[in-house]
Every structure is written in structure tokens, then in C-alpha cells.
């Protein structure tokens, strides 16, 4: 089909609880055999993200998180393809509640007060893009040329998820273009 459409929701409950909650949804438009995009949006809202922090202690977030995905495809030709993706993924976890365990047993994790004043908040925003370009120069020889850029925010960069994706694509930690020629000699 030209057009297609998802969308989901699931809610679950984690191990320490609290809800989760996870909406996803996409687009696909494919016009014709040479072209197509896709468009997939993911978002998570959890109470209880557990993230170990060393002997034995816990902490629990409650977090937050954007991922969209973007996929473009060009056929220029039977013998040439045109490819561009981007994905990012944004994360806002707040500090909730702090567990122990005896690193030493197997039990079950102990509530306790905050251990200090500092605040574990985070945020991780990092994003991935790729342009990528095929010519098929005979059967079992290519030409690749492909170009990829990509970030990865500090973690105490709050913003709002429209500015952390927007300083994703500016503050870009890795830019490259490879190129890969793969030939074969003989019959």
C-alpha cells in the first residue's frame, strides 16, 4: 500500500510498582517502488526507572523519554540507492526514591533516606544520523559512500526535548564520511 499507519499504547506496571506506560506510533508513505519514508515516534513514561549505583544501593527515577526515527529511501536507479536515517532518543529522569541491598546476598531491595543532598537527575539525549549512498558497479562489486554524524549531550543539560533534540543536531561529537570500494576481479 502507499499509505500505512500504526499506533500503540501499553501500560504495565514495573518491578517496584509503580506504572509504565509506553505510546508509539508511525508513518509509511511509499508512492512508488523508488521511494519511501518512515516516520516511528516513541514515548515512555515510567515511575520507577531502578539504576544501580554501586555497592549495593539504588536509585529509582521517574523519567521521561522522547525516541523519534526517520528513514528515507531513493532508488535512483535499479543499480543506485539514495538512504538517509536519524534517530534520537531524549531522556529526563528525576530522582525518586533510594533502595539498598546487601551486595553480598540475595534479597530483596530495602527502602532508605537519601543518602546526601545532591540531586541524580540526568538527562541523556544522543542522536544518530547517516546518509548513505550505493552504486552497484556489477554483481558483487560496490561503491559505498556514507556519510554519518552524530551527538551525545552532557547529562545535566535540562532543556526542554525540543531544545536537547535541536542542540543534538548542533553539537555534534562525531562527523565522518567513509568511502568503500568492493570490487571483484575475475569471472
Known amino acids: ?5 500504526n499506533l500503540g499504547l501499553n501500560v504495565s506496571q ?3 510498582g509503580p506504572s509504565q506506560s509506553e505510546g508509539t506510533g508511525g508513518i509509511t508513505l511509499r508512492p ?11 514515548y515512555e513514561d515510567r515511575e520507577a526507572l531502578l539504576v544501580h549505583r554501586g555497592d549495593g544501593a539504588y ?3 521517574e523519567s521521561h523519554s522522547w525516541s523519534p526515527r526517520l ?3 531513493y532508488f535512483i536507479t535499479a543499480r543506485q540507492r539514495l538512504r ?19 551486595p ?5 531491595l530495602h527502602p532508605v533516606p537519601n543518602p546526601d543532598n545532591e540531586p541524580d537527575d540526568f538527562v541523556i539525549s544522543r542522536m544518530t544520523f547517516q546518509a548513505r549512498y550505493r ?3 556489477a554483481p558483487l562489486s560496490d561503491l559505498f559512500v556514507v556519510y554519518t554524524r552524530g551527538s551525545n549531550l552532557p547529562r545535566d543539560s535540562f532543556f526542554t526535548f525540543q531544545d536537547l533534540l535541536e542542540q543534538s543536531w548542533n553539537d555534534r561529537i562525531v562527523e565522518q564520511v567513509a568511502v568503500m570500494l568492493r570490487y571483484r576481479f575475475g569471472s
Open 1 to 5: 500500500e502507499p499509505f500505512a499507519w
Open 14 to 16: 514495573d518491578d517496584l
Open 32 to 42: 512508488n517502488d523508488r521511494f519511501s519514508v518512515d516516520l516511528q515516534l516513541r
Open 59 to 61: 536509585t529509582s527515577f
Open 71 to 73: 528513514e528515507v529511501n
Open 84 to 102: 538517509f536515517t536519524t534517530q534520537w532518543t531524549g531522556l529526563k529522569a528525576f530522582e525518586d526514591m533510594f533502595y539498598q541491598v546487601n
Open 104 to 108: 553480598d546476598k540475595r534479597e530483596r
Open 135 to 137: 552504486w552497484e558497479i
